[in-house]
T-cell receptor, first 112, second 114 residues
């Protein structure tokens, strides 16, 4: 069964304290792994797509990496405005319609 | 350019009542999706559409119906609401081809069924 598990569920950091969020997946053929950011009361906002092991993407203080079993979202020197829930999703190889399987998310709080 | 717009934003229903949630996108996307988001469960796909006039079941379709009569609109219906359908509902849309992987989401509809 295709599955996505994110850890930790919640993470509290001090401003400037770097850390990583984990997304482990089990999927029958991976057509893509996606990271989204979700602010309270809003819909998810697309961050990155990764397609193959070894691939990396960066955007400001965020860097996403991919292996054959997991993805990491590295946050370098976070700021309070980085506080949000980060969602990981995979598109299985069996999906020809863009269907995604989402993890439960990691809620990040960055304190000043 | 509004992107994906969902109406209404909030709704309270009594058990057994019916309602329709509207999703509209102005990006000329082929694919549209309806998800529900519950605490600890993540986003789960209810129904989706790969083009005007087509619909298909997702992971949790029971108790819901959908229609895509126009390319830009995707409607989600609850015929007889139940407390288990209390949730936040999100609509998303995407292009076809490899770009179809990037889904753009609306702001959500918060539904309570009493």
């Amino acid at each position: 069964e295709d599955q996505v598990t994110q850890s930790p569920e919640a993470l509290r950091l001090q401003e400037g304290e770097s850390s990583s969020l984990n997304c482990s997946y089990t999927v029958s053929g991976l057509r893509g792994l996606f990271w989204y950011r979700q602010d309270p009361g809003k819909g998810p906002e697309f961050l990155f797509t990764l397609y193959s092991a070894g691939e990396e993407k960066e955007k400001e203080r965020l860097k996403a990496t991919l292996t054959k079993k997991e993805s990491f979202l590295h946050i370098t020197a976070p700021k309070p405005e980085d506080s949000a829930t980060y969602l990981c999703a995979v598109r299985p190889g069996t999906s020809n319609t863009g269907k995604l399987i989402f993890g439960q998310g990691t809620t990040l709080q960055v304190k000043p | 350019n509004a992107g994906v717009t969902q109406t209404p934003k909030f709704r309270v229903l009594k058990t057994g009542q019916s309602m329709t949630l509207l999703c509209a996108q102005d990006m000329n996307h082929e694919y549209m999706y309806w998800y529900r988001q519950d605490p600890g469960m993540g986003l789960r796909l209810i129904h989706y559409s790969v083009g005007e006039g087509t619909t298909a079941k997702g992971e949790v379709p029971d108790g819901y119906n959908v229609s895509r009569l126009k390319k830009q609109n995707f409607l989600l219906g609850l015929e007889s609401a139940a407390p288990s359908q209390t949730s936040v509902y999100f609509c998303a849309s995407s292009y076809g081809g490899r770009a179809k992987n990037i889904q753009y989401f609306g702001a959500g509809t918060r539904l309570s069924v009493l």
